[in-house]
Nanobody
Framework: QVQLVESGGGLVQAGGSLRLSCAAS????????MGWFRQAPGKERAFVAA????????YYADSVKGRFTISRDNAKNTVYLQMNSLKPEDTAIYYC?????????????????WGQGIQVTVSS
């Protein structure tokens, strides 16, 4: 069983920044890709960003490309999402997820463990 715990969410004004963290309780953290997804009210869960097992490659949704950066520290079993130039449309619950694969993917079905989610609210 893998536990994922997100932190770092909150309320920020448009144009501001937040950094989300996700701590994983697994000894094999460095063997799997990790991803971030988000779900806005009334919408389906959507892909945000993913990073390969070693951090050498990453993949972003078009809506966040150039503003968000995913990274990981395998020594700390933690994955991060740095969010800059935030917009009101970024408001959502953000979820960290562990992939079943080593490569970064956007497909929700390739992720097998999820965090509880953390609220990010961007005011205009």
């Amino acid at each position: 069983q893998v536990q994922l715990v997100e932190s770092g969410g909150g309320l920020v004004q448009a144009g501001g920044s937040l950094r989300l963290s996700c701590a994983a309780s697994t000894r094999t953290f460095n063997t799997y890709a990790m991803g971030w997804f988000r779900q806005a009210p009334g919408k389906e869960r959507a892909f945000v960003a993913a990073i390969s097992w070693g951090g050498g490659s990453s993949y972003y949704a078009d809506s966040v490309k150039g503003r968000f950066t995913i990274s990981r520290d395998n020594a700390k079993n933690t994955v991060y999402l740095q969010m800059n130039s935030l917009k009101p449309e970024d408001t959502a619950i953000y979820y960290c997820a562990k992939s079943k694969q080593t490569v970064a993917t956007s497909r929700l079905s390739t992720y097998d463990y999820w965090g509880q989610g953390i609220q990010v609210t961007v005011s205009s």
